[in-house]
């Protein structure tokens, strides 16, 4: 009798031991693999976190940090400074055929250099020779003369600061940036192309940065950002469409106007 219950006792120690001893490692390996998948969970987190720390703005186009890189690039140099036009007026004295003009720095109205030369140099010495053909006396000419240049004289300043680029609205500045976007991004053998596509992205990419500035400013603005959305998807069409066609261009494209190739490829949320 003592023999039987000794060996059931045995025989059950075994049993339970074997079972625990199973069980612990069943529990260990268990332990494991969660502690596994959770490392790799936060791996793969870190992973997610440093690539968005190091994506691109979809709006902008720079990654985090690299912002200067649009202060260097040709679209930025281009574009009218605000700063200056808030600045004391300093205009540069030029020296024309009926005397001293003071010239803006910046000229609105798309006037350019070659019109200036036009209204400031030819016409004004035209005008006031105009009319003194009749007369014969040199006396009688000469006065005539020195009262048309003071006229001229007179209205070439006042003209001057009529079309200073600092009494332009925020619509004259607009149309002031457009007309440089246009010439600096056409053609050498077409230089006023507004159908090109290099001058459509930096169209589109300096109302995309205006609308964002606006927006960073007015924040319960929901309004314009459907607009943002869709600027931002017509720029990324028209960059995909050079892509296709002319890859040359488009990477030359892309660094003119300071963008990253993320920021216009794959998937876009704004």
Not at 91 to 96: S, Y
Not at 143 to 162: D, I, T, V
Not at 175 to 188: D, H, L, Q
Request: glycine share 6%; proline share 4%; net charge positive.
């Amino acid at each position: 009798m003592f023999r039987t219950c000794l060996t059931q006792s045995t025989r059950c120690v075994a049993s339970s031991s074997s079972t625990s001893l199973f069980h612990t490692s069943a529990v260990i390996a268990a332990q494991k693999k969660k502690l596994t998948s959770k490392v790799k969970e936060e791996r793969k987190a870190e992973k997610r976190q440093k690539a968005l720390a190091t994506k691109p703005s979809v709006i902008l186009g720079t990654r985090p940090g690299e912002e200067w890189k649009w202060g260097k690039c040709d679209l930025a140099k281009v574009l009218v400074n605000e700063a200056e036009l808030s600045g004391p007026p300093a205009p540069e004295p030029v020296t024309v055929s009926v005397g001293t003009v003071h010239l803006p720095k910046q000229f609105a109205y798309g006037v350019t250099k070659d019109d200036a030369q036009l209204l400031f140099h030819k016409l004004p010495d035209l005008s006031a020779y105009q009319g003194t053909m009749d007369f014969r006396d040199s006396n009688e000419l000469t006065e005539k003369w020195s009262k048309g240049e003071q006229r001229e004289l007179k209205k070439a300043n006042e003209f001057a600061r009529a079309i200073d680029l600092r009494n332009a609205d925020a619509d004259g500045i607009a149309y002031e940036n457009r007309r440089r976007i246009i010439a600096e991004f056409s053609a050498p053998e077409n230089p006023f192309d507004p159908g090109r596509t290099e001058v459509q992205a930096a169209i589109l990419t300096y109302r995309i940065r205006n609308l964002w500035s606006h927006l960073t400013g007015h924040k319960r603005d929901v309004g314009n950002r459907l607009g943002l959305r869709k600027l931002v998807h017509h720029r990324a069409k028209i960059l995909k469409y050079l892509k296709r066609t002319n890859r040359q261009r488009y990477d030359i494209l892309l660094e003119r106007l300071a963008l990253e190739p993320e920021s216009i490829e794959g998937e876009l949320i704004v």
